[in-house]
C-alpha cells in the first residue's frame, strides 16, 4: 500500500494535470471561433488598391473575371476540371489575366469563411494555393458543422505562420472586401456562379476549355490561333 | 496512480474534441486537417452518442475506479484491477475499430484520437501489470 507522502504527490500530480489541462481548456474556450461578418458596410480602405485575386501576365489581351462562390458546387466544378486547363492553355501562354472575384452566395452559409481565409492566405502570398485546398475539400468541409477548423488545416498544408492566419481570421479583417466584391459582381448583373465577365460581356457557364479558348481568340484578332 | 494519471489526461483530450465537435473550440491543434476531418465525419458518433462523449465518460469511470483503487481498503482487493481491466480491453478494442475508420474508411489520421488510443492500450498494460502483482501469493 502506498504511504502517505506517496498518495500526497499522486492527488498533488492529478491535481497539476487537471488544472494545467482545465486552463489549456479554458483559453481554448476563450479564443472563440472566427466569423464573418455579411452585409457589412464597405469603406475605401476596403477596396484601395484591391480589385481582385489575378493570375498571369499583366499585359495580357483579354482579362477574364469570374465571379465564383467557394461553397457552390459548380464553381468547385470548374475549378478542378477546367480551370486547370485553362491556366495551361490561356493564362501560361500569357493570352489571358485570370482574376478572381468572391460572390458569396447567401444560400451557402461558409462561402465568406472560406473567401476569408483565402484572403488570409494571400496576406501570405499562398492565396491560390488557399483557394486550391478549399475547393478540393468542398464536399467535405461543405458537411461540417463549423470548417474554420478545417481551414486552419489547409492554412497548416500551405506551410502558412498559423499566428497571423489566426489573427488574420479572427480580424474579420476582409469582410468587407469580400462584400465590395459581392456588390461589384451584382452591379455588372451577376446572378449566380460562376459567372464569367469577358470584355463587357457575362457568361453564364463555360462548357470547357475549349470555348474558352475560341472565345479568346475571337477577341484577339491580331494574335495566330491558340494552340 | 498511473492508470488516473492517463485517464485523466484522457479525459482532457475527450473533453477537448467534444468541445471543438459542438463548436465551443474554433480549429484543433491538430498539425493538419485531418483532427477536423474525423470530428465532423459520420463516424464521430457511435449508436448516436458522440464518440469524444463515450471517451469522456469512459475516462472518467476509469479515474474513479483507479482513485477508490488507491484507497487503503481498496488497495489489495481484485475488484478495481478487474474493472480497470475489463473497461481498458474496451476501449483497446474500440480504439483498434475507430483507427481502422481513419485509415480505411475515413481517410484521414486525427493525432489527438492516437493518442487517446495510446493512452487506453497503457492503460490496459498497467491493468495487466496490477492483474500479476494480485496474483502473486
Known amino acids: 500500500m502506498a504511504g502517505t507522502s506517496s498518495m500526497n504527490r499522486f492527488y498533488l500530480a492529478l491535481l497539476v494535470v487537471a488544472v494545467a489541462g482545465g486552463g489549456l481548456l479554458y483559453w481554448q474556450v476563450r479564443r472563440g471561433v472566427p466569423s464573418i461578418p455579411a452585409n457589412v458596410t464597405v469603406t475605401v480602405a476596403d477596396t484601395a488598391g484591391f480589385q481582385g485575386y489575378f493570375l498571369g501576365d499583366p499585359d495580357a489581351p483579354v482579362v477574364i473575371t469570374e465571379y465564383a462562390d467557394y461553397q457552390c458546387p459548380g464553381c468547385q466544378s470548374f475549378d478542378m476540371v477546367q480551370f486547370p486547363d485553362i491556366v495551361r492553355q ?23 469563411m472560406a473567401a476569408h481565409s483565402a484572403a488570409c492566405a494571400d496576406d501570405q502570398g499562398k492565396y491560390w494555393q488557399q483557394h486550391a485546398l478549399i475547393y478540393q475539400g468542398q464536399a467535405a468541409w461543405s458537411r461540417e458543422s463549423e470548417v474554420s477548423g ?4 489547409y492554412a497548416t498544408q500551405n506551410g502558412l505562420n498559423l499566428t497571423a492566419y489566426d489573427a488574420c481570421m479572427m480580424s474579420a479583417k476582409y469582410a468587407g472586401r469580400i462584400q465590395a466584391s459581392y ?3 451584382v452591379r455588372v448583373g451577376v446572378n449566380g456562379t460562376p459567372t464569367f465577365l469577358i470584355g463587357d460581356r457575362l457568361y453564364g457557364g463555360l462548357s470547357n476549355s ?13 494574335g495566330p490561333p491558340l494552340k | 496512480m498511473g492508470v488516473a494519471l492517463l485517464s485523466l489526461t484522457g479525459m482532457l483530450i475527450s473533453a477537448y474534441l467534444w468541445m471543438f465537435k459542438h463548436g465551443y473550440i474554433g480549429s484543433l491543434a491538430c498539425g493538419t486537417g485531418g483532427c477536423a476531418t474525423v470530428q465532423l465525419s459520420p463516424y464521430s458518433q457511435f449508436l448516436g452518442v458522440d464518440v469524444a462523449l463515450l471517451g469522456l465518460a469512459a475516462y472518467a469511470a476509469l479515474l474513479g475506479i483507479s482513485v477508490l483503487g488507491t484507497q487503503p ?16 480491453a474496451g476501449g ?4 483498434a475499430y475507430l483507427t481502422w475508420l481513419e485509415l480505411f474508411v475515413i481517410h484521414a489520421i486525427c493525432r489527438w484520437c492516437v493518442t487517446s488510443a495510446v493512452l487506453i492500450v ?3 498494460a498497467l491493468a495487466m501489470l496490477d492483474r500479476r502483482r494480485l496474483a502473486r501469493p
Open chain 1, 210 to 222: 475549349d470555348a474558352l479558348k475560341k472565345l479568346v481568340d475571337s477577341l484577339t484578332p491580331s
Open chain 2, 73 to 88: 481498503a481498496w488497495a489489495d482487493r481484485r475488484e478495481p484491477m478487474v474493472a480497470t481491466l475489463l473497461l481498458s
Open chain 2, 122 to 124: 497503457c492503460v490496459f
Open chain 1, 150 to 153: 478545417t481551414f486552419r488545416g
Open chain 1, 90 to 112: 490561356l493564362v501560361e501562354t500569357g493570352k489571358v489575366r485570370w482574376r478572381y472575384r468572391d460572390f458569396p452566395l447567401s444560400i451557402h452559409p461558409f462561402s465568406r
Open chain 2, 92 to 95: 483497446v478494442a474500440f480504439a
Open chain 1, 183 to 185: 456588390d461589384e459582381g
